[in-house]
Nanobody, 121 residues
Framework: QVQLVESGGGLVQAGGSLRLSCTAS????????MAWARQAPGKQRELVAS???????NYADSVKGRFTISRDNAKNTVFLRMNSLEPEDTAVYYC???????????????WGQGTQVTVSS
């Protein structure tokens, strides 16, 4: 079993910053791409940012220049630094990782349970 546990969410005023963390634990042999997605009330989940095992990143247009994704491979952890937060960024943020549990297994997608980010105007 693999668990992804997010932390760092909370309430912040518009223009403020937060840093989210997500650590994979359990039967982790290797991790491929990692990502953050978010889901606002009444909306579909959307991909916010992703990072490959080699460090290549990709961002949704709505967060480019404000959010930065990074990872610490030694700690199986991915981060999301969020600056210049806007009320429209309010959502539950979910961590995602492609994890292989043994050398012989394929990579499988895992999701965390989410952390709430609320940006007040």
């Amino acid at each position: 079993q693999v668990q992804l546990v997010e932390s760092g969410g909370g309430l912040v005023q518009a223009g403020g910053s937060l840093r989210l963390s997500c650590t994979a634990s359990g039967s982790v042999f290797s991790i491929g791409a990692m990502a953050w997605a978010r889901q606002a009330p009444g909306k579909q989940r959307e991909l916010v940012a992703s990072i490959t095992g080699g460090g290549a990143t990709n961002y949704a247009d709505s967060v480019k220049g404000r959010f930065t994704i990074s990872r610490d491979n030694a700690k199986n952890t991915v981060f999301l630094r969020m600056n210049s937060l806007e009320p429209e960024d309010t959502a539950v943020y979910y961590c995602n990782a492609e994890v292989a549990t043994t050398y012989y297994n394929d990579f499988v997608d895992y999701w965390g349970q989410g952390t709430q980010v609320t940006v007040s105007s």
